[in-house]
C-alpha cells in the first residue's frame, strides 16, 4: 500500500527553520506517566487491569502527529486578572477576546492564540483535523478543536486555547512543549439509519470474546488492524 503524503513547510520564520522544532508522529508522544503505569493495580484485595491495557486509549494518543510550541513561551497572569504573554521569537502569543465567545461555557476563560509558521497539505480529498493532544489532561494549555480543508487551503492554521492558570501565577512553556494533535481525515458522505441489529452476529462475537482465554486481548488479537504515522 502507498503512504499518502503529509507536508509540513514553513513560509514565514524560514530563517528560524533550523531553530524550529518540527512537528512529529504523536507515536513519538506517549506521556512518562502511561508508560510508568503498571499494567495491573490492587483493588478490594485483588487486583485490577489498568488503562494501559486499553488499546483504544493508546491509539487515540498515538493518532496522527504533534505539532510543538516553536519557541520559549511565558504566560502570566497578574491578581487582578490581567494577562501577559512573552515569546522568545516575534509575537507568537495573542489573545481572543470574550465579545468572540459570547454565551460559549468557556466565554469567562482566558483564550490566548498561539501562532503556528508551519504551513499543512494533505492529498487531495483529506482534511486535517486539529485537537488538543488526546487524554492529555495534564497541560495547562486546552487548544479548540478545528477541522480545515488541508488539501486546498494553503494557509498557516493558528491555535486558539483556553488557558488553565490561577491569578497571580505565570506559566513557562519551553520551546518543543507539544502543543497540538493534528489528525488527516479523508472526507466522505455519510447518511445515518437506524436499522435492526444483526442479533447473529452479535451473539457470536460475545460468545467468542467470553470464551477467549485471554479475552483482554481479544481485540488487539482479532480486530485491530496498524496504522502508520510517519
Given at each position: 500500500?502507498t503512504?499518502?503524503r503529509?507536508?509540513?513547510s514553513?513560509v514565514?520564520?524560514?530563517e528560524?527553520?533550523?531553530?524550529f522544532?518540527?512537528?512529529?508522529?504523536?507515536?513519538?508522544?506517549?506521556?512518562?506517566?502511561?508508560k510508568?503505569?503498571p499494567?495491573?493495580n490492587?483493588?478490594?484485595?485483588g487486583?485490577?487491569?489498568?488503562i494501559k491495557?486499553?488499546l483504544p486509549f493508546?491509539?487515540?494518543?498515538?493518532?496522527?502527529?504533534?505539532?510543538?510550541v516553536?519557541?520559549?513561551i511565558?504566560?502570566s497572569?497578574?491578581?487582578?486578572?490581567?494577562?501577559?504573554?512573552?515569546?522568545?521569537?516575534?509575537?507568537?502569543v495573542?489573545?481572543?477576546?470574550?465579545?468572540?465567545?459570547?454565551?460559549?461555557p468557556?466565554?469567562?476563560?482566558?483564550?490566548?492564540?498561539?501562532?503556528?509558521?508551519?504551513l499543512i497539505?494533505?492529498?487531495?480529498?483529506?482534511s486535517?483535523?486539529f485537537?488538543?493532544l488526546?487524554?492529555?489532561?495534564?497541560?495547562?494549555l486546552?487548544?479548540?478543536?478545528?477541522?480545515?480543508?488541508?488539501d486546498?487551503?494553503?494557509?498557516?492554521?493558528?491555535?486558539?486555547?483556553?488557558?488553565?492558570?490561577a491569578?497571580?501565577t505565570?506559566?513557562?512553556?519551553?520551546r518543543?512543549?507539544?502543543l497540538?494533535q493534528v489528525?488527516?481525515?479523508?472526507?466522505?458522505e455519510?447518511?445515518s439509519?437506524f436499522v435492526?441489529?444483526d442479533?447473529?452476529?452479535?451473539?457470536?462475537?460475545?460468545?467468542?470474546?467470553r470464551?477467549s482465554p485471554e479475552?483482554?486481548?481479544?481485540?488487539?488479537?482479532n480486530?485491530?488492524?496498524?496504522?502508520s504515522y510517519?
Amino acid at each position: 500500500m502507498t503512504p499518502q503524503r503529509i507536508e509540513f513547510s514553513l513560509v514565514r520564520g524560514r530563517e528560524q527553520e533550523s531553530n524550529f522544532p518540527r512537528p512529529y508522529p504523536a507515536n513519538k508522544e506517549i506521556p512518562d506517566w502511561f508508560k510508568s503505569m503498571p499494567a495491573e493495580n490492587e483493588a478490594d484485595g485483588g487486583s485490577v487491569r489498568t488503562i494501559k491495557n486499553c488499546l483504544p486509549f493508546l491509539e487515540a494518543m498515538a493518532c496522527g502527529y504533534v505539532i510543538p510550541v516553536v519557541a520559549d513561551i511565558t504566560l502570566s497572569l497578574d491578581h487582578a486578572g490581567e494577562f501577559r504573554g512573552q515569546s522568545s521569537y516575534a509575537s507568537i502569543v495573542q489573545m481572543h477576546l470574550p465579545n468572540q465567545v459570547p454565551g460559549a461555557p468557556f466565554a469567562n476563560r482566558l483564550i490566548v492564540k498561539i501562532l503556528n509558521p508551519w504551513l499543512i497539505r494533505t492529498p487531495p480529498g483529506y482534511s486535517t483535523l486539529f485537537l488538543p493532544l488526546l487524554n492529555r489532561f495534564e497541560l495547562p494549555l486546552f487548544p479548540l478543536a478545528g477541522l480545515v480543508e488541508t488539501d486546498i487551503f494553503y494557509r498557516e492554521v493558528n491555535f486558539p486555547a483556553i488557558l488553565r492558570m490561577a491569578p497571580g501565577t505565570s506559566l513557562a512553556l519551553p520551546r518543543g512543549t507539544p502543543l497540538v494533535q493534528v489528525i488527516p481525515i479523508k472526507r466522505d458522505e455519510f447518511q445515518s439509519e437506524f436499522v435492526p441489529p444483526d442479533i447473529e452476529k452479535f451473539n457470536a462475537m460475545d460468545l467468542a470474546t467470553r470464551e477467549s482465554p485471554e479475552n483482554y486481548n481479544f481485540y488487539k488479537n482479532n480486530f485491530w488492524r496498524k496504522k502508520s504515522y510517519r
